[in-house]
């Protein structure tokens, strides 16, 4: 049979098949991406996408709302359930949306926030100079020790003594140690600022209690739908009972308009698969393959950031192996293994040719990987940067991803057939099927 968007599109359909592909053929290493559940991706792919839904349940701007409420509130409170927080809002197109929202929630245009330094693991929307949370508000941004590569809280807070700042921001992009969430609250609340955390990346982890919860110490939570909560693309906002009128305001009219259903109601279902212990297990393998793929590497020589991990991501430090981040970054994905250059601490490189990469295990975790295969993939990846300028070693590498790449199919996930070509590929469930 042929597909609606084959018959009508050809040209979309054929390049969605091609990413299909692609994700199925490839060892993903970006921190910030995942495979959604089959469920989520029928919901995101939904009527909800025909519906306009401006305002809030019980609260509208059109009518026909009697089906959004009611997602909309499901959304809301499954989230307050798994991040025991005392108000959600699952508005926020994005994680950076949800950011400026939180701002604006807080303080007003021209006062001072003070994130993390971009260059230190932070992220654009924390202050960072190119980003327009620079220009609404003045910022400062907290660096991470040179020595250690690790957040030096002391300096942190005699930082905040000296600038007096409206908002302290905690959490990272990249960033690969625990943050010790309450520490920040208490040098918030010794200057009279309030604490906005960021936990985009680790909002999985956070669910799972493999690490520390900012709600209790936050007067606003951010984060990301996606990453290793494992959603559809979207952001989310929690806070205190005092702060809910604020944030929602903030969000809707203040910096977007009608919710996008279609997205909403998928992270409604990613919501509930990480209230399950699957979703769990599968939070405490991310970390293990991290460990494993940062302690393995480390056996190679790499030099990574704060020497190790506690979450799901690596930042390695190519400085030692005399290459540069672009260069490596670009041999990896024609090795079928694919992560991103990233500034490191204290770089002179400039930013479009970095001495860092990063990479994350959330992906390959959800395809089931183990140790077993990280290991292998690091010394794929050591052997791609011993022989960096050779394109037959970097070729066989990539044969090699692909072969374990068909060990592990993206579970529930197939690739588009090809009606022109009927040799391809299909993923069978697998254990994790209750999910996918």
């Avoid at 921190?31 to 959604?36: A, C, G, I, Q």
């Avoid at 590497?297 to 020497?307: P, V």
Wanted: hydrophobic content about 40%; aromatic content about 6%; overall charge neutral.
């Amino acid at each position: 049979m042929v597909s609606a968007l084959e018959q009508y599109d050809p040209q979309i359909f054929e390049l969605v098949r091609q990413e299909s592909a692609r994700e199925s053929s490839v060892i993903r290493l970006i921190p910030s991406e995942n495979y959604v559940s089959r469920a989520v991706m029928q919901a995101s792919g939904s009527c909800l996408t025909n519906k306009y839904a401006e305002g809030y349940p019980g609260k509208r701007y059109y009518e026909g709302q009697q089906v959004t409420d009611l997602i909309e509130r499901l959304a809301q409170e499954r989230a307050k359930k798994i991040f025991k927080a005392d108000h959600a809002n699952v508005q926020p197109y994005s994680g950076s949306v949800a950011n400026l929202a939180a701002y604006a929630a807080l303080i007003e245009p021209g006062e001072m926030i003070m994130g993390m330094s971009l260059t230190d693991g932070g992220h654009l929307t924390h202050g960072w100079n190119v980003s327009l949370s620079s220009r609404f508000f003045k910022s400062v941004s907290y660096p991470v020790n040179p020595e250690t590569g690790r957040l030096d809280y002391d300096h942190i807070a005699d930082m905040a003594k000296k600038h007096k700042p409206r908002i302290i921001i905690s959490g990272a992009t990249a960033y690969p140690r625990e943050i010790d969430f309450e520490i920040f609250g208490q040098i918030a609340k010794d200057v009279g600022a309030y604490h906005v955390s960021d936990i985009a990346h680790i909002a999985g982890l956070v669910v799972a209690g493999l690490h520390k919860s900012p709600v209790p110490y936050a007067d606003i939570v951010s984060s990301t739908t996606h990453k290793t909560l494992r959603g559809a693309r979207g952001g989310m906002l929690l806070c205190k009972t005092e702060h809910a009128d604020k944030v929602d305001r903030a969000v809707f009219p203040g910096l977007q308009g009608g919710p996008h259903m279609h997205t909403l109601s998928a992270i409604a279902v990613a919501l509930a698969e990480a209230d399950t212990p699957e979703f769990v297990a599968y939070a405490r393998q991310i970390v293990k393959n991290a460990k494993a793929l940062a302690r393995k590497l480390m056996e190679y020589g790499f030099k990574l950031m704060s020497d190790g991990t506690d979450n799901h991501l690596i930042l390695i430090d190519l400085r030692n192996k005399k290459v540069a981040g672009k260069k490596v970054a670009k041999a990896l994905d024609r090795a079928r293994i694919v992560c991103n250059y990233n500034t490191i601490p204290g770089d002179t490189a400039p930013p479009a040719n970095p001495s860092g990469l990063r990479m994350g295990t959330p992906a390959i975790t959800t395809r089931g990987m183990k140790e077993d295969q990280v290991e292998q993939i690091a010394t794929s990846i050591n052997k791609v940067v011993e022989n960096i300028d050779n394109e037959s070693v970097i070729e066989d590498v990539a044969r090699e991803m692909l072969l374990l790449c068909s060990q592990f199919p993206v579970p529930g996930h197939f690739i588009i057939p090809n009606q022109k070509n009927p040799d391809w590929m299909h993923a069978e469930d697998d254990i994790t099927q209750r999910l996918f």
